[in-house]
Every structure is written in structure tokens, then in C-alpha cells.
């Protein structure tokens, strides 16, 4: 699994390719009737997939019913203890690149055969050359399937920095920004940012992170703010913590900070230097009981028209080259979503690929550093 997602190659296929999404893969309706429980992240990235993916399936499939359950924070974990417990009750689950990584390595996941279980393009392309590059291979070893590539970015309020913001090292600068941040409570993306602002360059970052004194460093940088973060758990938070006025920037994903941006009309702005690309999309949990139904319904979620139609309801890049050319603006807002993709050129003049090799081989020893360090006063 490791060897399907190097860092950068699928995303920069993508950046390559343009970013938005299209195919029709007709489905037959079911007899009995099934309740599919799919985990997802909540918010506007959830709604995206209901009015994209889950009602237009309902709809052709009425012994079908679909339940959301927002846990995917803690998909991981909980995915985990119900494939150990032999009592699975989810039957698909949201997952980022790195944490499937780790469930497929596990053997917390059902393995596919893109070219048999995914609908090829409309021009009859396999589905493992019409996803990003390095995301998919034939054959019965993939355990993850890209929906979306997103970013981790900041959003500032417009009305409360006496400056505006350029770099994503503004961050760490509480003179010229003071006020407080908001960051993930979590190591990810956060080193990263701290060895780039501590004068590491962006080709030798995990070369550095890979030592004891180079992940000494980012937490040395994370030391000079800590006092001036409140910690996120949920893509939710930021975009609350903005509008209320609790913080004066934060981190958070540039679909939440499009919706508060553009549909609910907060002063808010967006920082793109240096934004975090990475990759969201499903697994199946091994053992669950809807297994059939489950493929069906993933098999129409990642076809080319579907991957396009969420696109139009949420400004993350479809996972699928022919999904490109089919969205154009916002179901609702009627704005030409192509600005506000985090594959836009003029958005991705500085960005991060995630080492998603490195991230699994590290994350558990990190997360332990991390939840160490925050304790400690």
C-alpha cells in the first residue's frame, strides 16, 4: 500500500491536470432493504457528499437508505476496535491517505481491484489510469480510493490583523500578528510548518525530520506560540473559532474556510502560501456485514460525473483526470469555483506534498512526542 501513494506524485498530476470532474454509471436497484452507514467528517464536506453521492444513490435505490455518522476524526481508532472486537457496524469510512495507509497495512480493510469494483471514464479508461497517478494499480491491492485532494491552509480575519498576512511563517510571528491561532491538535502539517519557518528548505524536509535534532527544532518553533493556540480536533472549529473572533488566524481545510468565506460572508480571507495538499477518500472496514451493497454504492460515489458533481458544492479537487472538464460553478452561489481550488495555479505557487510513507512509518511516535509536549506547562 505504501508504494501506491509516494509524496507529490498524485497531487501534482492533478495540478497538471486542472481541477474539477463527469461519467454516468447507471446502478440497479435493490430489492431488500439496506442501511449503509458511512462515516464522514461532518460540515460542509459531508453535506457535499450527501447532495453528490448519497441522494442521487437513494433516489435510483430505494431499498437503500443511507446514515451519516461524523466520527471520522477518530475513524482510525474506532475502525480499529470494531474490526478487533469482530462487531464492525460501519460499512464505509472517510479516510486521509495517511491514516488508510496505516488501516490497510493493518488489515483493518477490504483490498479492491480498481479495474473490476471502480466504473472506467466515460471514454472507457480504466479506473487505474484515470486516477491520479500513483493512487491506484490493477489487481487486488488497494485498500484506499481517492475522492477528493484537499488542502490544509490558514484563514485570517480581515478585520483584526493590522497586517495583512503573506507567509505562512506570519504564523510564528506574534509582533507583527498578534492575537491568538488556531492549529490542529496534532503533529502532522504543524511540523511541517515549524522546520520551514525555522529555516529548513522544503526539499530536505523529511531528511530533517527523520533525526531527533530536526524534530527537536520544530518543536523548539512550535514553543514560541504555544501559549497563543487553541488546539482543533475537527475541521469544524476554526471556522467557528474565526467567525466568533476567538482567533485572529487559524488552520483549518479550504473547503470549511470556502464555506465560511463565500456562503456564510465572514471577513475572512485565505493564505494559501504553503498550503498542505493531501488526499481524502473511502475504505471499507473488513468484516462488515453489507459488503455487496457497499461496492455498488462506492462503484457509483467515485465515478467520473459524481466526483464532479461534488465539486460543485465544495471547492476540493476530484481524485479523477476526466473529472476535470465537467464542473464549472457552484450549484447554489452560481461563482466559477476554479479560484477557489487548491490546485488553482495562482493558489499553489508554494505548497507541501505529504511523505505519506513517512507519515505512516512515524505517526504513532509522533503523536506520543506531541501529546507530551502540550501537556507539559
Not at 509516494?6 to 474539477?20: E, F, N, P, Q, V
Not at 493590522?162 to 491568538?180: A, E, H, R, W
Not at 466568533?244 to 485565505?270: C, H, W
Amino acid at each position: 500500500m505504501k508504494k501506491l501513494l509516494k509524496s507529490g506524485s498524485a497531487l501534482s498530476a492533478l495540478a497538471a491536470a486542472g481541477i474539477i470532474a463527469a461519467g454516468v454509471t447507471a446502478t440497479s436497484p435493490v430489492s431488500a432493504q439496506t442501511t449503509l452507514t458511512i462515516v464522514s467528517w461532518g460540515g460542509a464536506y459531508s453535506k457535499s457528499q450527501q447532495n453528490a453521492y448519497h441522494d442521487p444513490y437513494m433516489k435510483l435505490n430505494p431499498g437503500i437508505k443511507i446514515i451519516n455518522d461524523d466520527s471520522a476524526a477518530e475513524g482510525l481508532a474506532k475502525l480499529r476496535a470494531q474490526v478487533e472486537a469482530k462487531n464492525v457496524t460501519w460499512d464505509l469510512v472517510d479516510m486521509v491517505a495517511a491514516s488508510a495507509i496505516t488501516a490497510c497495512d493493518d488489515g483493518l480493510v477490504e483490498t479492491i481491484d480498481p479495474d473490476r469494483d471502480l466504473a472506467p471514464a466515460p471514454d472507457g479508461t480504466p479506473a487505474s489510469k484515470d486516477f491520479l497517478e500513483g493512487t491506484l494499480t490493477p489487481g487486488g491491492t488497494n485498500c484506499f480510493i481517492p475522492q477528493i485532494v484537499y488542502s490544509t491552509t490558514f484563514g485570517y480575519r480581515i478585520d483584526k490583523v493590522k497586517t495583512k498576512p503573506t507567509s505562512v511563517c506570519d504564523v510564528f510571528d506574534l509582533k507583527k500578528i498578534p492575537g491568538k491561532r488556531a492549529l490542529e491538535k496534532a503533529p502532522i502539517g504543524n511540523i511541517e510548518w515549524a522546520l520551514l519557518c525555522s529555516g529548513v528548505p522544503q526539499k530536505d524536509l523529511y531528511k530533517v525530520m527523520s533525526t531527533k535534532e530536526g524534530i527537536d527544532k520544530a518543536f523548539k518553533k512550535l514553543d514560541t506560540i504555544k501559549s497563543s493556540v487553541i488546539w482543533w480536533t475537527k475541521g469544524a472549529q476554526t471556522p467557528q473559532l474565526l467567525a466568533d473572533g476567538e482567533v485572529v488566524m487559524g488552520s483549518t481545510y479550504n473547503g470549511r474556510l470556502f464555506s465560511l468565506i463565500e456562503e456564510k460572508k465572514q471577513p475572512v480571507a485565505m493564505l494559501w502560501d504553503y498550503q498542505v495538499f493531501d488526499l481524502d477518500g473511502w475504505v471499507i472496514p473488513k468484516g462488515g456485514k453489507n459488503l455487496a451493497e457497499v461496492k455498488k454504492f462506492v462503484r457509483f460515489a467515485t465515478d467520473t460525473q459524481r466526483l464532479a458533481d461534488q465539486a460543485k458544492y465544495i471547492s476540493y479537487g476530484p481524485a479523477r483526470k476526466s473529472s476535470a472538464p465537467l464542473v464549472g460553478k457552484h450549484a447554489t452561489l452560481g461563482i466559477d469555483m476554479a479560484p477557489h481550488m487548491p490546485t488553482n495555479p495562482k493558489n499553489a505557487k508554494t505548497t507541501i506534498l505529504f511523505n505519506y510513507e513517512w507519515w505512516a512509518d512515524n505517526r504513532a511516535s509522533l503523536d506520543e512526542r506531541f501529546n507530551a509536549w502540550l501537556a507539559k506547562k
